[in-house]
């Protein structure tokens, strides 16, 4: 799998691949070993080119969108379909949608008699 992917690569990307792989051959015979995960080696080429992990934007932005979870106040019920939808928005992008906790937090942000 990892040398067909290998015949995908543009020039730059080729020359750090092959430079990877001329440096440290131990980390590539463990890539090989992983077996035939196209992911694995998207993930370490991107590292190569970019200089971090791929992964950790999404990180970041969900740590981001939690922190806005935590923001979100309700005041009044005129404003509880625009609420409900940023909550929804934050939830699914957090994956934290189907998180009783989160929920839990919603409820006590509810003004009123259904509010805790």
């Not at 699914?92 to 189907?98: E, K, L, R, T, W």
């Given at each position: 799998?990892?040398?067909?992917?290998?015949?995908?690569?543009?020039?730059?990307?080729?020359?750090?691949?092959?430079?990877?792989?001329?440096?440290?051959?131990?980390?590539?015979?463990?890539?090989?070993?992983?077996?035939?995960?196209?992911?694995?080696?998207?993930?370490?080429?991107?590292?190569?080119?970019?200089?971090?992990?791929?992964?950790?934007?999404?990180?970041?932005?969900?740590?981001?969108?939690?922190?806005?979870?935590?923001?979100?106040?309700?005041?009044?019920?005129?404003?509880?379909?625009?609420?409900?939808?940023?909550?929804?928005h934050?939830?699914?992008?957090?994956?934290?949608?189907?998180?009783?906790?989160?929920?839990?937090?919603?409820?006590?942000?509810?003004?009123?008699?259904l509010?805790?």
């Open positions: 799998m990892v040398k067909y992917l290998e015949t995908t690569l543009g020039d730059t990307a080729k020359r750090a691949w092959d430079n990877f792989k001329a440096s440290y051959e131990n980390e590539d015979r463990e890539l090989l070993s992983l077996g035939n995960k196209p992911q694995n080696f998207i993930n370490l080429v991107s590292y190569l080119l970019i200089g971090s992990d791929p992964n950790m934007g999404s990180r970041y932005q969900q740590s981001d969108v939690v922190r806005k979870l935590e923001q979100l106040t309700l005041k009044d019920w005129t404003h509880v379909i625009l609420f409900l939808n940023n909550y929804i934050y939830t699914s992008i957090s994956q934290n949608i189907h998180n009783e906790e989160f929920l839990n937090k919603l409820i006590n942000k509810l003004p009123s008699a509010g805790r």
